[in-house]
């Protein structure tokens, strides 16, 4: 973790007389780490990331002010979130369950897209047993999720959700597209 902190600290190049890097959370076998990017004036934090140490299909730029940061396109971060979200896996990554709600606010997201990175990473998609069973235990792990500043209402979040992930509960193929504004999905075929 020391290496990792200090190769972020490198990274921040000019910036390292403003800003710091530090470790929030500790790398493990199933678990990425967490570094938190903070102003030395103030200590509070700018930006936090994930690092996982495993291979992604594709990476794009992310920019904040002259930071740039490598990373994964949201459609393979969502990919990844989708699957867990489909087992039980869910109950031990609530935190995930914001994350895609997060990025179906933001991000343009495509099933076919989604189902491509499955395809490609060989993802096993769950029948969502949990999610769709399970309301008051997975509320329950939301709402122990700890140091989340913002973190919208349950009851906000699940409807979303169960809108958001029908297509992949369904198993359908079909080329849609995510419409925020309507909380639906609209076809995309070409």
């Not at 800003?19 to 030395?40: D, N």
């Amino acid at each position: 973790m020391n290496d990792l902190v200090g190769t972020i600290q490198e990274s921040l190049g000019d910036l390292r007389h403003q800003l710091y890097a530090v470790a929030i959370r500790e790398y493990e076998a199933k678990k990425s780490a967490g570094i938190s990017i903070r102003s030395i004036n103030t200590d509070k934090e700018i930006m936090s990331m994930d690092i996982s140490i495993k291979p992604y299909i594709d990476s794009k730029m992310y920019y904040y002010g002259e930071l740039g940061v490598k990373g994964v396109l949201p459609t393979e971060v969502l990919a990844d979130k989708i699957t867990v979200l489909s087992k039980q896996l869910v109950f031990r990554r609530a935190k995930d369950l914001i994350d895609v709600y997060a990025l179906a606010h933001c991000v343009e997201i495509k099933t076919q897209k989604i189902y491509e990175v499955m395809t490609r990473k060989s993802a096993v998609i769950g029948e969502f047993s949990e999610i769709r069973n399970r309301r008051d235990e997975l509320e329950h792990a939301y709402d122990k999720l700890k140091g989340i500043e913002g973190k919208p209402l349950f009851s906000d979040v699940y409807p979303y959700l169960i809108k958001f992930l029908r297509p992949f509960i369904c198993s359908n193929r079909t080329p849609l597209i995510w419409n925020t504004e309507k909380q639906s999905w609209d076809d995309c075929r070409e």
